[in-house]
């Protein structure tokens, strides 16, 4: 069956413009979480949703970022007046309940962003 | 101080090596150990899982953890190019209910044929 999928597969946006970044998770899965991968960085976490709801939001690195969720399924990232420094790749992940550690998450390719 | 250290290689070895990937921790509360492989330009891919201390293998791949220590390892046996890859290891708390994972920075491999 069909994966995550995330849109765009690139952006090249201003400093000062804002972004949305999609993604669709795979049906069914009621967990989405979003990380991001810098340079060198690894990936970090930003924000899980179960549901509609999203219960951890700590990984947001600032209120230039927000997240919402609808329908249970897509989900969108919104950063307001990007920064050079969010450049990087935000990856999109869904997992079929989320209330065990232990179910598996399955990332989407990810979005790669870049701001001038 | 990061919770999670992964010395970022680049690793080169040639076809056929054993590789060995290593991860240190500093939070005791991580229960949950897992090995992620990323392609270039792909999201990361869950290789291996462990809850605990212990051994796990599957197939060319032996997953450890030594929870005492705080050290985790990821060793491929009859390494292929196809093999050459990013790994991340990944951790999470056994007390949190929602399956964020806390990674370690990754470390580049590259299989030489």
């Known amino acids: 069956g069909a994966g995550v999928s995330q849109s765009p597969s690139n952006k090249v946006t201003e400093k000062g413009k804002d972004v949305e970044l999609r993604c669709d998770p795979i049906?069914?899965?009621?967990?989405l979480y979003w990380y991001r991968q810098s340079l060198g960085q690894g990936l970090e976490f930003l924000i899980y949703?179960?549901?509609?709801?999203?219960?951890?939001k700590s990984g947001l690195p600032s209120d230039r970022f927000s997240a919402e969720r609808t329908g249970g399924s897509v989900s969108t990232l919104t950063i307001q007046r990007t920064q050079q420094e969010d450049s990087a790749v935000y990856l999109c992940a869904s997992s079929s309940q989320g209330r065990r550690v232990s179910d598996e998450q399955f990332f989407g390719p990810g979005t790669r962003l870049t701001v001038l | 101080q990061k919770e999670v250290e992964q010395d970022p290689g680049p690793l080169s070895v040639p076809e056929g090596a054993i590789v060995s990937l290593n991860c240190t921790y500093s939070n005791s509360a991580f229960q949950y150990f897992m090995w992620y492989r990323q392609y270039s330009r792909k999201g990361p891919e869950l290789l291996m899982y462990?809850?605990?201390?212990g051994n796990k293998e599957d197939g060319r791949f032996t997953a450890q953890v030594d929870k005492s220590s705080k050290y985790i390892s990821l060793f491929i046996r009859d390494s292929q190019p196809s093999d050459s890859a990013t790994y991340l290891c990944a951790m999470s708390r056994g007390s949190s209910n929602t399956g964020k994972l806390i990674f370690g920075q990754g470390t580049t491999l590259q299989v030489k044929p």
């Open positions: 949703f179960q549901g509609n709801s999203a219960p951890d």
């Open positions: 462990t809850y605990s201390s």
């Open positions: 049906s069914g899965h009621t967990a």
